[in-house]
């Protein structure tokens, strides 16, 4: 069984014209929203930016940038899912200013 050689990989500015239609369209298939895949795919490259002088070379240069799409996707799912918007009767029963001071 032969090992493949993963260490060489293009230069950043290259990972966006190599990658980047692939990373777009990984994330638009599980965001279904084109700005917000876009602003995934953006997070990413700025991310791999930042880390790539200490990327290891155990797997393929788009292997390792969908890994970082992976968990930009979820922490935008972790951070929607907390910023949800009240309906009209979950806001009506949370506590008004004056129960606020009355319970302080």
Not at 23 to 51: C, G, H, I, K, Y
Not at 56 to 66: C, I, K, Q
Not at 76 to 102: I, K, M, N, T, V
Request: glycine share 4%; net charge negative; aromatic share 8%.
């Amino acid at each position: 069984m032969q090992s493949r050689d993963f260490s060489h990989s293009s230069t950043p500015e290259q990972w966006l014209d190599g990658h980047g239609d692939y990373l777009f369209r990984f994330a638009l298939l599980r965001v279904q929203n084109e700005s917000t895949a876009e602003d995934m795919v953006q997070e990413t490259l700025l991310a791999a930016l930042s880390a790539h002088h200490q990327r290891a070379g155990l797997s393929s240069e788009r292997t390792w940038l969908t890994g970082i799409l992976k968990h930009k996707i979820i922490d935008h799912f972790r951070c929607s899912r907390r910023e949800q918007p009240l309906d009209e009767d979950s806001a009506a029963a949370l506590p008004g200013e004056a129960d606020a001071d009355d319970f302080f």
